[in-house]
Nanobody, 119 residues
């Protein structure tokens, strides 16, 4: 089992940047696919970006070219660099750790960090 804790959210003006961090503990970090999700008020939680155990990445179309996900296995941390932020990026951002076994996936979530993009 793994525990994840997000940090780095805040208030930023449109066009600005933020970097979110997610520190994991309690298990072997490199075995987990890591993802960032977000949930805006009144909307469903959606995938923002994901990075696999081998470093492959995928992004939501709405953030391609603006956001970059990366991981540092030595520090058991995953990052989300967010550039050119827009008001529609405002949401609570959640870190997800997924362990895939032969039978099922195991998902672990952080508490979330608020990102507000406003002038």
């Amino acid at each position: 089992q793994v525990q994840v804790v997000e940090s780095g959210g805040g208030l930023v003006q449109p066009g600005g940047s933020l970097r979110l961090s997610c520190a994991a503990s309690g298990s072997i970090f490199s075995r987990y696919t890591m993802g960032w999700y977000r949930q805006a008020p009144g909307k469903q939680r959606e995938l923002v970006a994901r990075i696999g155990t081998g470093g492959s990445t995928n992004y939501a179309d709405s953030v391609k070219g603006r956001f970059t996900i990366s991981r540092d296995n030595a520090k058991s941390t995953v990052y989300l660099q967010m550039n050119n932020l827009k008001p529609e990026d405002t949401a609570v951002y959640y870190c997800n750790a997924r362990y895939s076994s032969s039978f099922r996936d195991y998902d672990y979530w952080g508490q979330g960090t608020q990102v507000t993009v406003s002038s």
